[in-house]
């Protein structure tokens, strides 16, 4: 019989004297990197449970082998230890726990609670302030929808400082687009009940609002106040031809959403679609991360339902309804989500009419959506193969291969940035992306920005405190090259890494060649090579990086100088110009006769304005 290590023999009485409370436990290996997270109503058996000498399931006992020690959080009730341990998982990104992207860029469509409301695209914090509907699946749900009140209710949705100095109707109320509450083409009565129908027409009580409408076109009617009554009419047929192209619309449903999971090749995918106001505003699909790790557990569907269920919905808005594609023992997971939203939350896994045409759709979404990674990831995985063996690399965990690549970008000389972007893991990690802002050198000398690019990210490594990559990728030819080597001899760092692409002509794909500083020949791969269309790939997003900061810095320049360069428009006078038209291109939309509106602006100053800005 084996003897059990001090260091186990430690970790074991430590679970002897867990408390028989709930709360989380955090598991880490000899490298205090963290392995598990998990939450227990009891947490003395629940944690003396993994440390029994026959465990289910192999994913488990592999876990419990590296386990060097643990921590422990109590807290006041299960429901409150699943808010920690998700909170946990996203923060530590545990080894063996299914983990889902966090993600919290979902639009709303917000209405605000001004005198005269405006609806707007909106991502961010929610406050009570206003009125927030969705969240949305997509940018372009909401726009879609924004598309529907201004056609349907004519909601304003300009900037404030645009509405505020409105002296006419804009275009969007000549398309009737907007009933122009601006300048008063529209009592604020009538404008407060089309703000409350189009909310009205969000939570999905669209009959209600046609009813409303028909009953105040007949009484306008009634009153031979025809021009009213033709106003309303146009309402109520936008919102008929609205409704009649929503084929995705069901009356009898507000708020819900459908999640399916699909499992298959080693991996998941949780493809969850939103249905608001009774309509179905499209899907967005999942795919976790750890799912190889649980592969051997019963019920993994279940497993990464609850994961998903936990992770996604304790930081966002939760409808009162879930459809979902499997059975799931959850109640603490159910629990926990009605103490944070306030209201009661129903499963339902087998639906009827609407809601399982939908949730078949789902499930079909999910499968073809995991049916394209897959098939995305074999491609790539093959490419980055193939790009090892034609740079002679150690093919040991291609998975972890690291790409850096770089790229300078200016306009003649002006705003200047460099760009490393990262290709790792098979994929570009947008996360990684760096841009560099190039200062002190004369404008123009791409062989002196490549020069300060180069000391700034890899002096760090020098001095081991940094990632090396395994390839480091340079757009351009010898000279930028030449310029990478005399940087990593100043560091000491391995010149093999660097490789150079230099551009075919008119940067066409299959003409580039591959330059070395280490002695290897220059390398032509071709057009049909998958290896080049990989290392073209990522140049080409290091161009693309560098070229929107590089015009994000441009237009800013120039925009902040181009009044400053009028003379006569000081601090002061500038400042007023900006808040009274709301920044710059309001400025330069302004009329003359605007312009002097401003306090301090003459009828000379504004005319040298003007002509500045044209």
């Not at 994929?427 to 002196?448: K, L, S, V």
């Amino acid at each position: 019989m084996s003897e059990i290590s001090p260091q186990r023999q430690q970790l074991q009485d430590s679970v002897a004297q867990l408390p028989n409370l709930p709360g989380v436990y955090r598991y880490f290996d000899v490298n205090d990197n963290v392995l598990y997270v998990g939450k227990a109503r009891d947490l003395k058996k629940r944690v003396s449970s993994y440390f029994q000498k026959n465990l289910a399931s192999p994913r488990i006992a592999l876990m419990v082998e590296r386990i060097v020690r643990m921590e422990t959080t109590v807290t006041r009730s299960e429901a409150e230890a699943l808010i920690l341990e998700n909170n946990l998982i996203k923060a530590l990104h545990p080894r063996f726990n299914i983990l889902f992207r966090d993600d919290k860029s979902y639009p709303y469509l917000k209405i605000t609670s001004q005198a005269v409301p405006r609806m707007m695209y909106y991502r961010g914090a929610i406050d009570k302030k206003s009125h927030y509907f969705g969240p949305f699946p997509s940018a372009w749900a909401v726009k879609e929808s924004i598309q529907i009140l201004q056609k349907v209710f004519q909601l304003r949705s300009c900037e404030d400082s645009v509405f505020a100095n409105r002296t006419r109707p804009c275009l969007l109320h000549q398309i009737q687009r907007c009933s122009a509450p601006c300048v008063g083409e529209i009592s604020a009565e009538d404008y407060d009940q089309d703000v409350h129908h189009a909310a009205q027409f969000l939570r999905g009580r669209q009959s209600e609002v046609m009813q409303v409408l028909e009953k105040k076109m007949l009484g306008f009617a009634q009153q031979l106040a025809f021009e009213k009554a033709a106003v309303v009419r146009n309402q109520m047929s936008a919102l008929s031809k609205v409704l009649h192209q929503q084929g995705m619309e069901s009356t009898n449903e507000a708020d819900l959403d459908i999640i399916a999971v699909h499992i298959k090749g080693g991996r998941a995918c949780v493809n969850l679609a939103m249905v608001r106001g009774g309509r179905h505003l499209g899907d967005r699909a999942y795919f976790p991360t750890h799912v190889e790790e649980a592969l051997a557990d019963n019920n993994l569907e279940a497993e990464v339902l609850q994961a998903f269920l936990a992770q996604h919905y304790l930081d966002q808005a939760i409808p009162s309804l879930l459809v979902v594609s499997c059975v799931l023992e959850a109640p603490e997971l159910l629990l926990a989500l009605m103490e944070q939203c306030g209201h009661k939350i129903h499963l339902i896994t087998q639906p009827q009419e609407q809601r399982r045409h939908w949730l078949e759709m789902a499930q079909k979404g999910a499968e073809l959506a995991l049916a394209r990674l897959l098939t995305e990831q074999g491609s790539q995985q093959l490419r980055t193969r193939l790009l090892a063996e034609v740079l002679n690399l150690e093919q040991a965990d291609l998975d972890a291969l690291r790409v850096e690549c770089f790229d300078i970008s200016h306009t003649q000389g002006e705003a200047t940035q460099a760009s490393c972007v990262v290709y790792q893991h098979h994929a570009m990690q947008h996360a990684e992306y760096r841009r560099f802002n190039i200062n002190d050198i004369t404008p123009g000398d791409d062989y002196a920005a490549m020069r300060q690019v180069l000391q700034r990210r890899y002096e760090k490594v020098a001095s081991n405190n940094g990632i090396m990559p395994g390839i480091v990728l340079i757009d351009g030819g010898k000279g930028q090259v030449e310029i990478a080597r005399q940087v990593f001899v100043e560091l000491g760092l391995d010149i093999s890494l660097i490789v150079g692409v230099s551009k075919g002509e008119g940067r066409k794909v299959g003409l580039e060649t591959l330059v070395f500083v280490d002695g290897r020949v220059a390398q032509e791969l071709g057009r049909d090579s998958a290896a080049l269309m990989l290392i073209a790939q990522i140049r080409d997003e290091a161009h693309r990086f560098a070229i929107t900061g590089m015009r994000a810095k441009r237009a800013k320049a120039r925009q902040s100088s181009r009044l400053e360069e009028i003379e006569g428009v000081g601090a002061r006078r500038r400042q007023k110009l900006l808040i009274r038209f709301g920044g710059l291109k309001g400025v330069t939309d302004a009329s003359i006769e605007d312009l002097i509106s401003v306090d301090g602006i003459s009828r000379q100053l504004a005319e040298k304005i003007f002509k500045q800005l044209h």
